[in-house]
């Protein structure tokens, strides 16, 4: 178990370096259900940023339909922004095989062309399965593959790492 | 094994959608809430979703219809299905191999959804007992019997304005005999738990013992609009004049057309609904048809949204090996 | 030949014969009871001990489907079915094809049932002409062929004055007509118009449609005199009319399909196709006044309506199939399960399958009276079995899965025996 806020402000601190860095005045945080929009919305906070926040579900979009089917928490993406032309930071709370962030990536390309897309992720695990890789780390984690880290919240956000199966 | 049963598997999950009657809360509230999030892909730039990616859906329709065919291909090919369309003749003069020799032959085309229109009650269900067990089957109407994602596209609208389902009044006006769309929604306004639904016919478009699918009996609407909460029109066939069951349109819609002084018997902020395609001066007035309480058009596009649910959890459920959790 | 029935409890109705005691059969006819006649020397011996010896069944509506009909049954199939079951007369209704308005067909009926000998086929003639409801069949030549009763063949006759004229001319003759209480028009549905039908969108027929023809029929009969019998009753209104007019002494009888005393519209769940018969299937009330109605007499007899199917005219949804099970197999197992619910005692049960059936007919027959044909079942009523695959060429029935009682173990026709079980 471990707080989480401060691995947030990490984040907060190196996206506002490399935002500066890449000259992007304007950017839109996007996060993905439910964990990356908890952390979003802190760094939106942090980085006083005006744009609203995008949601994004990614249950239509996953490569394992054929194994799983429907995803039971399916609820609606919203995106109160025109992507086309924008600088998007895509936020996740935990980055694994890679396969979530490549189904966030098509679905926001079904709404329209952004300009560019930052990948921020609160934990990096290992096990990349897909050639992705996040542009901001909160803290990275060598997990063996039977153990799980979480992120618990909305209000206290807190990482939870457990024994699988 | 109970018919309405049939369509789930031993853990109760949706395999084909067949009726409403049988399914649960859970199944109703399921495919509403996924239908809430497929909504908004017809206001995007890429109106498509991958989730049906390879897979091929077939429309078999017996009964021939535009509307709704179209509706269940565009829901297929915006999840990126493949769609195919039979349209085959059921007139005797025109009957050519039986109904099973047909599946078989479509079966042989490697598919992984039928969805079927059939003139006859029991067809879709006859259909989901003979084909494959990997095949889902949709009902996209059969009979008098049952039109279930017509049902779930209603009960969707209504969410959408009203979403306290307990206290609702609910009125379904005209030909209920010959209504499947009627029994459907029946069906799961009762699983929703709504306050109180009524049937507004005469005596002839009435089914015996209706009352005994969980509906009050009202045959004038003077009495039977009071109050309620939404208005579903359904629609007149000009084969129920030839049948004796009616005189005349002019002499329904005298006293069961949709005016705008009959609206007024309702609460203000009615929904006025109807299946479609509505015939005007029939069952209801251009004024209330195009007027400010009418969701006529919501529900046309609510179709799809629904249905693109439906088909994803129902051929979800078939990939799915059982066993495996979510 | 001479055989000896021995030791079984014999049942014969038409004498109010029940008790344990030997037949003795002879020259193909009931030579004596309880004690050989002069001269009998047994060459076989059926030991009948623990079971049940009564006339064979007489089946008062079973169409073997010949001529017309052979990718369904044959007369061959179904005589060898019916003897199997203890059936040794059917009377078959004359809507074959070509239709049994001419001597021709009552000949070839006769012929074909005679060749395979497992039964004796009686045919009921047309009361009009091709079954069309128009012209009159040519009824009097039809019974010098042998017909034994004209019959509308579940074709009701739809114009009243044609109706009356034939029930007229078939007076004439001393001719019983066999009559379907169904009115066309208000018939067109497909299964009984109630709760069960509107859950499931299927056409309905009102019990109107059979109760207010046979209150015309009846009056019809009261001013001609005419003996008509009415097939397959379904609603409790049908059988209190029937009683009635029973009771006033007019001349009618009618008789149920034994599926009717186990079937309801509830039978109807899943549109199985098996269940779709004409009458409908109808309530539990109905179901339960058909029952009263056999025991008490009202009905005079029991039959298996029986229609056998090939697979394809069964496998459709339930609006395109065609009606009608295949009941030669289950008739007397299904008329056993009333005995054992209680409806109505063995003796009883039997006469309606037997001398009752005889009675409507006008023929001596159905009983085991000295001198009488010598056609026995044998039947040991205690034998439960499963109905899987019927011996019928039809397998369309819902009662395949049932657990039944009653086996046959042996059936005689005019003293030969037909049938006997193995093991």
């Not at chain 1, 906070?45 to 089917?69: E, K, M, N």
């Not at chain 1, 780390?137 to 990482?159: C, F, M, S, Y």
């Not at chain 2, 389902?165 to 005209?174: D, H, R, S, W, Y």
């Not at chain 3, 060749?115 to 004796?120: D, L, S």
């Amino acid at each position: 178990m471990r707080d989480a806020e401060p691995l947030i402000e990490a984040m907060a601190d190196q996206l506002r370096e490399l935002l500066a860095a890449r000259d992007i005045a304007e950017p839109v945080l996007v996060g993905i259900y439910t964990g990356g929009v908890w952390i979003a919305e802190r760094l939106r906070q942090s980085l006083g940023i005006t744009a609203p926040l995008g949601h994004l579900d990614v249950s239509f979009y996953r490569d394992d339909f054929s194994r799983i089917g429907v995803h039971r928490q399916v609820r609606p993406s919203e995106l109160p922004f025109d992507v086309e032309g924008r600088h998007l930071v895509l936020v996740d709370d935990v980055l694994n095989t890679g396969r979530t962030v490549r189904a966030a990536l098509n679905g926001l390309f079904d709404y329209g062309r952004p300009a560019s897309v930052l990948l921020a992720v609160l934990v990096d695990r290992g096990g990349r399965e897909l050639p992705i890789e996040a542009h901001v780390v909160g803290a990275r984690l060598n997990l063996p593959v039977d153990q799980q880290v979480q992120l618990t919240g909305p209000e206290l956000l807190r990482l939870v790492i457990q024994q699988t199966g | 094994m109970s018919a309405t049963h049939f369509q789930l598997d031993r853990r109760g999950r949706l395999l084909h959608f067949l009726t409403i009657e049988g399914l649960t809360r859970d199944h109703l509230i399921d495919i509403l809430d996924t239908a809430e999030s497929l909504h908004g892909v017809a206001e995007r730039r890429v109106k498509k979703l991958p989730t049906l990616h390879g897979k091929t859906v077939v429309n078999l329709f017996f009964e021939a219809s535009t509307r709704t065919r179209t509706t269940f291909e565009l829901a297929a090919k915006r999840l990126s299905a493949d769609v195919l369309t039979l349209n085959i003749a059921t007139s005797s003069a025109v009957k050519g191999e039986s109904l099973l020799d047909t599946l078989r032959n479509i079966e042989a085309m490697q598919c992984d959804m039928f969805v079927v229109r059939h003139e006859q009650s029991g067809a879709a269900e006859f259909i989901a007992r003979h084909v494959k067990p990997h095949i889902a089957v949709l009902n996209a109407g059969d009979g008098r019997h049952a039109h279930p994602t017509q049902a779930m596209l209603d009960v969707f609208t209504i969410r959408r304005h009203k979403p306290d389902f307990a206290n609702l009044q609910v009125a379904i006006v005209g030909d209920i005999l010959h209504s499947r769309v009627a029994r459907s929604l029946i069906h799961a306004l009762n699983i929703l738990g709504a306050g109180e639904i009524r049937v507004i016919a005469p005596r002839t478009l009435l089914p015996v013992q209706v009352e005994n699918l969980g509906v009050r009996v009202f045959h004038r609407p003077r009495d039977g609009l009071r109050d309620v909460d939404v208005i579903v029109m359904l629609r007149l066939q000009k084969e129920r004049m030839e049948g004796a069951l009616l005189p005349s349109e002019q002499e329904f819609f005298h006293c069961y057309g949709l005016t705008e002084e009959r609206l007024a018997l309702a609460k203000p902020d009615v929904l006025v609904m109807h299946p479609g395609p509505i015939n005007r001066g029939v069952e209801i007035d251009s004024r209330v048809a195009d007027g400010p309480r009418s969701v006529i058009l919501e529900q046309v596009t609510n179709g799809i949204a629904v249905r693109m649910a439906v088909m994803s959890i129902t051929l979800g459920n078939h990939a799915r090996p059982a066993g495996e959790t979510a | 030949m001479h055989i000896l029935i021995q030791g079984g409890r014999v049942i014969d109705p038409a004498h109010q014969f029940d008790a344990v005691t030997d037949l003795y059969v002879a020259v193909g006819r009931i030579a004596g009871l309880g004690q050989p006649p002069a001269g009998f020397k047994a060459e076989q011996v059926i030991d009948a001990r623990g079971r049940v010896v009564c006339p064979g069944l007489i089946d008062l509506c079973a169409r073997p489907r010949e001529p017309g009909l052979e990718h369904k049954a044959t007369i061959a199939s179904e005589t060898r079915a019916a003897a199997a079951s203890g059936i040794t007369t059917l009377i078959c209704p004359p809507d074959t094809d070509p239709v049994i308005d001419e001597p021709a067909v009552v000949e070839l009926i006769r012929r074909r049932a005679e060749a395979a000998g497992y039964a004796r086929v009686l045919a009921l003639g047309a009361l009009t002409h091709r079954l069309r409801g128009e012209r009159l069949a040519e009824m009097a030549a039809l019974q010098e062929a042998g017909c034994v009763g004209v019959s509308d063949g579940g074709r009701p006759v739809a114009n009243a004055r044609v109706l009356r004229r034939a029930l007229e001319y078939a007076a004439t003759f001393g001719l019983t007509v066999f009559l379907t209480p169904l009115d066309p028009e208000l018939s067109s549905g497909l299964a009984h118009e109630g709760p069960v039908a509107t859950r499931l969108g299927l056409s309905g027929i009102p019990a109107a449609a059979e109760t207010g023809v046979i209150a015309r029929d009846l009056e019809l009969i009261r001013d001609i005199g005419v003996r008509v019998h009415f097939g397959r009753l379904s609603c409790a209104r049908s059988v209190e009319l029937v009683a009635r007019a029973r009771a006033e002494g007019l001349p009618v009888t009618a008789d149920v399909a034994v599926h009717h005393l186990h079937l309801t519209e509830n039978d109807l769940v899943g549109f199985d196709s098996r269940c779709h018969v004409r009458p409908p299937l109808r309530g539990l009330r109905d179901r339960d006044a058909l029952r009263s109605g056999l025991a008490s007499g009202a009905l005079i007899a029991l039959c298996s309506d029986h229609q056998p199917h090939e697979p394809d005219a069964k496998q459709a949804p339930f609006g395109d199939t065609e009606s009608g099970i295949s009941g030669l197999d289950t008739l007397l197992a299904l008329s056993l399960r009333l005995v054992r619910d209680g409806d109505l005692p063995l003796p009883a049960l039997i006469e309606r399958l037997t001398a009752g059936p005889a009675r409507v007919l006008g023929l001596d027959h159905g009983h085991l009276g000295i001198g009488a044909p010598a056609d026995v079942c044998v039947f040991d009523p205690d034998a439960d079995w499963l109905a899987t695959t019927l011996r019928s060429r039809g397998q369309n029935s819902p009662f395949i899965g049932w657990e039944l009682p009653g086996r046959v173990t042996h059936t005689l026709l005019e003293g030969q025996i037909v049938h006997a079980a193995c093991g």
